[in-house]
């Protein structure tokens, strides 16, 4: 789903029995745990790669798992490209030294006008899809096509 906002997206996390990914929770889970990977299918990096992006496809209007060989470690689809996802946390451009430093699944919860998104989009370069990707903060209030989100839960 896209043109969701943050709180939007917060709340149907919420009332569908899950919650939306922190950044190192995402991050996990494209770079398939402890394996590391580059991109959520590995680490090919030969073109086209199999995701919805600028090379490949390049459509806001591609089917949830048009490139099953994109598919996460665990079976995600789309991870990267296809459009970016919001996750719990504000943005903070020294991510990885100010919130990640010495602490494990760490969530920035500090009350700011903006939110992390992850995953790449549509109209990304292949660079915008890896892993460990960020983008730039959005607005919690905005809405875009390039913009969705998909809700974490526990594994029982």
Same mark, same amino acid.
């Given at each position: 789903m896209n043109c969701v906002g943050w709180h939007d997206s917060f709340a149907f996390c919420i009332w569908d029995g899950g919650w939306l990914p922190t950044e190192a929770e995402w991050e996990y889970a494209a770079a398939g745990g402890e394996q590391n990977r580059l991109f959520p299918w590995g680490n090919d990096v030969t073109e086209p790669l199999p995701a919805n992006y600028s090379e490949n496809h390049a459509t806001s209007f591609l089917t949830v798992g048009s490139e099953p060989l994109g598919n996460g470690r665990w079976g995600h689809a789309d991870l990267g490209g296809s459009m970016l996802g919001w996750n719990l946390d504000r943005f903070a451009g020294n991510y990885y030294t100010e919130t990640r430093s010495g602490c494990s699944d760490c969530a920035n919860l500090v009350d700011d006008n903006t939110r992390a998104?992850?995953? $790449?989009?549509? =109209?990304? =370069? +292949? $660079?915008?899809?890896? +892993? +460990?990707a960020r983008n730039n903060d959005y607005s919690p209030v905005s809405r875009n096509t390039n913009v969705g989100f998909r809700c974490a839960r526990s594994v029982e």
């Open positions: 998104l992850r995953g $790449g989009y549509w =109209f990304n =370069f +292949a $660079g915008s899809l890896h +892993a +460990a």
